[in-house]
């Protein structure tokens, strides 16, 4: 599946890193094929949901939009994870 905006979603492909000592939204890198992918670490022990969980709150916080917003669309059990939010919510680089 390759993410892609839609006139409504903004695509985020996030690396999450669970069990971390902080909570951090990390910096942005490239993966093998050259997409930009967001480096983020929580707190949270990565079992139910809890990392989830944890990395939507962070994200809501940091961007100033509602935890609802925020949707998981691929990887809900994985570290490398695609979000979706409203569109011109945050800068993705290319």
């Not at 993410?3 to 669970?18: G, N, W, Y």
């Not at 809501?60 to 979706?84: A, F, Q, Y």
């Amino acid at each position: 599946m390759v993410a892609r905006d839609t006139p409504e979603r903004q695509i985020i492909h996030i690396r999450l890193s669970p069990n971390a000592s902080k909570n951090a939204i990390g910096e942005w890198v490239k993966n093998e094929q050259n997409q930009s992918i967001l480096k983020i670490s929580v707190t949270t022990v990565p079992e139910n949901g809890k990392a989830n969980i944890a990395l939507i709150k962070l994200l809501s916080k940091e961007w100033h939009i509602p935890k609802s917003s925020i949707v998981i669309e691929k990887g809900k059990t994985d570290r490398n994870k695609i979000l979706s939010v409203p569109q011109n919510t945050i800068h993705i680089p290319e």
